[in-house]
C-alpha cells in the first residue's frame, strides 16, 4: 500500500501544461424533455486517473457517464477519447467498457461465459479467450466459481464478476457506476482498496459515478462535485476537503461548522472577521475576501477543541458555550456545542487516551477554540 | 344379453357412413369392416348408459363389463390409418400454427414490453379485448372475410394486387390463420410478462461489450424470455391439437383433425368405445407436452431470482 500511495502522490497530470487530456467535455448539455440533465459542462480527464463524479442523486453524473458510455448522445457540446470525437459512436464500438451498478450479470451465462462475452464478440480466437478468462478469474479469485451462473454467488461474488467482466476486454477507459453501492460496509471498504490495486496494475483509466463521498475521497485521484447538471468543484480529494470552493462543497464533502460574518480586515497576513455570532475569527488565509463582505468561515470539526477550562486565550477563535449532545464513536466523540446565539457547533476529538482527564459531559459548560490556520473563509 | 339392442346402436354407423361426404373413399366401408371383423357385436363401454336394465342385474353388467375391458378398440385405433392419419395431421397443424402464432405474437409482445410505461396497461387490454366476444362468433366472422367474395378478396381486388380471388376458406390456410388469431393472447401474454421484466442494463451490458443491437437481441434477449416462448408455445399448441370448432368451420371436409374425428365418432358414429379411445389417445399425446410445459415452468420458478 505505501508503495502505492507514493506512486499516487507523484502523479498529478493535471498540474503538468504539457500533459494531454485524454477525456474532454466540451460545453457538454443533456436535455431529457424539460429537464436538463447536464449543464453546459466542461471537464478534462487524464489517462491513467481515477476520476470520481460525486454527487447527490439527480445531479446528472449518471448521465454524464452514460454519454461517455454511448448510451446517451449529449444534446449540444462534444466529447472526446483519446483525440476522438465520440458523437454518433455506438457503445460496441467505443473503447470504453461500463461496470453497471446492477452489475447486469447475464442471468442465463456462467461466470466464465458470462466474463468471455465481450471477448467472443471481439471474435478472438478461443484459446486466448480462455486464457485471458483465466486470468481475470484469477484477478478476482473466484476461480472455483467459474461455472456457477450469478444467481449461485453473493453480493459480493457478483460485484467481482461484473468487474472482471468489464476489464476482461482491456479497454482504454473503465466507467464505474455506483460499483459499491449494493455491498455492506466492511466488504465495500476492503473492495475499495482492491479497485485502487486494479487500477494501478492494469494502468487503465477509471471513471467512477458515486454519491458516497468516503468512496470517492478513498479511491479516486481526483474528484468532481457535481450539482444540477453543473461541475462546481474539480480537485484532489485533500483539495476538496481542505480547501472547499464553496460553502455547497463544503458542506456536502464531510461535515463543517459555517460561522457567518463580516470581514473587518483583510491582507497578506490574513483577515478577521466579525463572527455573527459575537466572536471573533482570525484567520492566516483570506480567500480573496476584501474587507466589509461577508463571508462565511468554515471549520472542520476535527479542527475545533474542546475543553472545560477557557483557552489560554479568548479575545478571537474561542467562545464558551454548553454540551447539547455527545456521539461517542469508539475512536472519536463529537460534541455539539450549543453556542449563546443559537448555533449548534460540531467538534470532534480523538480518543487517543482510554481514559479522558476532561471528561465532559451533557450541560457542562465547554470552551471551543481552534488556530488560525484552522479554518478557511469562503465568498461563494 | 344385449346383442339385438346393440346392434340398433351400431346401425347409426352405417346411417353415417351414407350421409358422410368423404372424399378419400376410404371410410365408405368402413363400418361394415369394423362389424365383419368384430363377430357378433361386444357390449362395449356405451352399454354402461342403458338404463333399461333390470336395477339388480346393473352391478353384475357393470362387473361383467369391466371384466370384458380390452385393448380392441385401441387395436383397432392403429388397423385404420384414418386415426394415424388424423393425429399426425393434426399435430402438424398443430405446430405449424404455433411457430406462426410465435412469429406474429413475440414482436408484438416486444413492442408491448418496451413501450411507454403509462401505455403497456391498454395494449394489454387491446390483446385481452377479444375475449369479450363469443369465441365462435369470432370464428364465423373469419368465414366473412376469407370466403371467395368476402372483405379480404374485394379490398385486394378493389386494391388491383389480385385479378382472380383467392382461395382461402376451406384451406390449411384458413385454418392456420384461424387458429393464430384465436390463440394468440396466449401466446403473447406469457410473452409479454417474460419479456417485461427483463432489465434493460443487459441489453446494454451486452452492447458496452461489442454486441451489435441484434446480435444482443439474440444472446441476450431471446434465451431470457424463453420460458414466455414455451409457456406461450405450449398453451397454443395443446389446445390447438384437439380442435374442433376452428377446422369445422374454416377447414372445410377434406381437413382432417382429431378434434373433428373424435366428434364423428362420438356423435355420427355413435361409437362410444371407438371415440374414447381416440380420446385417452390424445390426452396421452398431449400430456407430453403438458410435462414438458411443467417442468420448464418449474426450472423457470427455481432460476428466478
Not at chain 2, 370448432?245 to 368405445?273: C, H, Y
Request: with cysteine; net charge neutral.
Amino acid at each position: 500500500m505505501n508503495s502505492l500511495g507514493s506512486i499516487r502522490r507523484v502523479f498529478a497530470p493535471w498540474n503538468d501544461p504539457a500533459a494531454k487530456p485524454y477525456i474532454v467535455f466540451e460545453r457538454v448539455t443533456k436535455t431529457f424533455g424539460g429537464f436538463t440533465a447536464v449543464n453546459d459542462l466542461s471537464l478534462v480527464i487524464y489517462e491513467r486517473e481515477f476520476f470520481a463524479l460525486l454527487g447527490a442523486s439527480g445531479c446528472g453524473k449518471t448521465t454524464l457517464l452514460r454519454m461517455l458510455a454511448g448510451f446517451e448522445e449529449p444534446t449540444s457540446g462534444r466529447i472526446l477519447l483519446d483525440g476522438q470525437d465520440m458523437r454518433g459512436i455506438p457503445p460496441y464500438r467505443r473503447p470504453a467498457n461500463m461496470m453497471f451498478q446492477s452489475y447486469a450479470l447475464f442471468p442465463h451465462m456462467t461466470v466464465e461465459q458470462n466474463i468471455a462475452f465481450g471477448l467472443r464478440q471481439e471474435g478472438l480466437p478461443k484459446p486466448e479467450i480462455e486464457a485471458r478468462v483465466a486470468d481475470m478469474l484469477k484477478l478476482v479469485k473466484l476461480g472455483q466459481f467459474a461455472r456457477r451462473k450469478p444467481h449461485q454467488l453473493s453480493g459480493g461474488q457478483r460485484q467481482r464478476v461484473a468487474l472482471a467482466r468489464s476489464v476482461a476486454k482491456r479497454p482504454k477507459v473503465l466507467l464505474l457506476d455506483e460499483p459499491l453501492g449494493a455491498l455492506d460496509r466492511k466488504l465495500r471498504e476492503e473492495t475499495q482498496f482492491e479497485l485502487m490495486d486494479l487500477q494501478q496494475e492494469l494502468g487503465l483509466t477509471f471513471v467512477i459515478v458515486t454519491h458516497d463521498q468516503e468512496e470517492a475521497m478513498t479511491m479516486a485521484d481526483r474528484i468532481a462535485v457535481m450539482d444540477k447538471g453543473k461541475v462546481m468543484q474539480v480537485a484532489t480529494p485533500a483539495e476538496i476537503y481542505e480547501a472547499p470552493a464553496s460553502r455547497f462543497i463544503a458542506d456536502f464533502v464531510g461535515s463543517v461548522n459555517m460561522f457567518e460574518g463580516t470581514v473587518e480586515r483583510s491582507d497578506e497576513d490574513g483577515a478577521s472577521i466579525a463572527g455573527n455570532d459575537g466572536f471573533s475569527i482570525r484567520t492566516s488565509n483570506t480567500g480573496g475576501a476584501a474587507r466589509g463582505s461577508s463571508v462565511a468561515f468554515a471549520i472542520r470539526p476535527e479542527k475545533i477543541r474542546v475543553s472545560s477550562k477557557p483557552p489560554e486565550q479568548t479575545a478571537f477563535n474561542a467562545v464558551a458555550g454548553e454540551i447539547y449532545d455527545i456521539a461517542y464513536l469508539g475512536d472519536m466523540t463529537v460534541y455539539h456545542v450549543k453556542l449563546p446565539s443559537g448555533q449548534v457547533v460540531k467538534a470532534s476529538a480523538l480518543n487517543a487516551a482510554r481514559i479522558t482527564n476532561d471528561p465532559l459531559t451533557w450541560q457542562d459548560r465547554a470552551w471551543i477554540s481552534f488556530d488560525p490556520d484552522a479554518g478557511i473563509v469562503l465568498t461563494s | 344379453m344385449a346383442g339385438p339392442r346393440l346392434d340398433l346402436v351400431r346401425s347409426g354407423c352405417r346411417h353415417r357412413t351414407d350421409e358422410l361426404e368423404i372424399g378419400d373413399g376410404q371410410r365408405h366401408d368402413r363400418c361394415d369392416a369394423r362389424r365383419r371383423r368384430r363377430g357378433p357385436a361386444k357390449p362395449g363401454v356405451t352399454s354402461l348408459y342403458r338404463v333399461d336394465q333390470p336395477p339388480r342385474h346393473r352391478r353384475s353388467v357393470l362387473l361383467e363389463q369391466l371384466g370384458e375391458f380390452g385393448l380392441d378398440n385401441y387395436l383397432w385405433l392403429t388397423e385404420d390409418p384414418l386415426y394415424l392419419n388424423a393425429y399426425v395431421s393434426s399435430v402438424v397443424i398443430a405446430a405449424i400454427s404455433t411457430l406462426l402464432a410465435l412469429l406474429v405474437g413475440y414482436p408484438i409482445a416486444y413492442g408491448m414490453a418496451r413501450a411507454p410505461a403509462a401505455l403497456r396497461p391498454i395494449l394489454l387490454m387491446l390483446v385481452i379485448l377479444p375475449f369479450w366476444t363469443s369465441f365462435l362468433i369470432r370464428v364465423y366472422a373469419w368465414i366473412g372475410i376469407l370466403k371467395p367474395e368476402g372483405l379480404l378478396n374485394q379490398l385486394l381486388l378493389g386494391l388491383g394486387l389480385i385479378d382472380v380471388p383467392l382461395v382461402i376458406l376451406n384451406t390449411h390456410s384458413a385454418i392456420f390463420i384461424g387458429i393464430v388469431y384465436s390463440y394468440l393472447p396466449f401466446m403473447v401474454l406469457p410473452l409479454y410478462s417474460s419479456l417485461e421484466k427483463m432489465d434493460h442494463s443487459l441489453i446494454e451490458a451486452a452492447q458496452d461489450l461489442g454486441c451489435r443491437p441484434a446480435g444482443a437481441f439474440w444472446k441476450i434477449t431471446f434465451p431470457l424470455s424463453l420460458p414466455g416462448v414455451i409457456a406461450g408455445s405450449m398453451l397454443v399448441f395443446i389446445p390447438a391439437v384437439g380442435e374442433f370448432v376452428i377446422p369445422d368451420l374454416l377447414g372445410g371436409s377434406q381437413t382432417l383433425m382429431i378434434g373433428k374425428t373424435l366428434w364423428n365418432e362420438f356423435f355420427a358414429n355413435r361409437d362410444w368405445p371407438v371415440s374414447s379411445a381416440v380420446a385417452v389417445i390424445l390426452l396421452l399425446l398431449l400430456i407430453v407436452p403438458i410435462m414438458f410445459f411443467q417442468s420448464a415452468q418449474a426450472r423457470a420458478r427455481e432460476e428466478g431470482r
